[in-house]
């Protein structure tokens, strides 16, 4: 299945923080980004890559078109999926990772925004991310050369003759042969 990027604008990160920033020690464990789709209809997503930087865990929502004249809503379509299997740990801080819509906790389809919330429990790590974000929907449908009519050979006009093919009973070598040209 072939894959095409969504053109995206993936705005700046927002952190969040429970209690007092002036008097909490620490630093926020939980950023928000929010990736728009300008000029861009609403999509089905196929697939999500990016290369993690120190983000334990991932939930993603969406804004989804609904299907009456009433307001989009949003809906969590992953919780809390574990990129670092121990956040005090380096395991998985800085791996590529791809999803795909069959992961997800709800249909793919109508996106019109997306909404990243990235958890990092540990204080050991200054600060965390994703890079790289790519968003890709289904690309057009090739069919394949060997489907086409034009990718029949010339000397034997195949997808006339599909009834005349046998299968030889020499070895598997042997390819498939009309048995009306021999070709």
């Known amino acids: 299945m072939s894959r095409v990027v969504v053109p995206c604008h993936v705005k700046s990160t927002v952190a969040l923080q429970v209690g007092d920033m002036r008097t909490s020690q620490g630093r926020p464990g939980v950023l928000v980004v929010d990736v ?9 997503l196929q697939e999500i890559t990016f290369k993690n930087y120190y983000t334990a865990f991932l939930s993603i929502r969406v804004r989804q078109q609904t299907l009456m004249h009433t307001p989009a809503k949003w809906v969590t379509c992953l919780r809390d999926y574990c990129l ?5 740990s380096e395991e998985g801080a800085q791996e590529y990772v791809s999803l795909f819509k069959h992961q997800m906790l709800c249909d793919m389809n109508r996106i019109l925004e997306l909404r990243l919330i990235l958890r990092q429990p540990s204080p050991l790590w200054l600060s965390f ?7 890709y929907q ?17 000397q ?17 070598e042997s390819p498939l042969r009309c048995s009306r040209c021999g070709h």
């Open 129 to 135: 991310s994703v890079e790289e974000l790519q968003i």
């Open 84 to 88: 670092m299997p121990d956040p005090h």
């Open 156 to 172: 034997c006009p195949m997808s006339s003759l599909l009834p005349a093919l046998r299968v030889s009973q020499t070895p598997a």
């Open 36 to 44: 728009t789709f300008p000029n861009v209809a609403p999509f089905e």
């Open 138 to 154: 289904q690309g057009p449908k090739a069919t394949p050369p060997w489907l086409s009519p034009s990718g029949f050979p010339t």
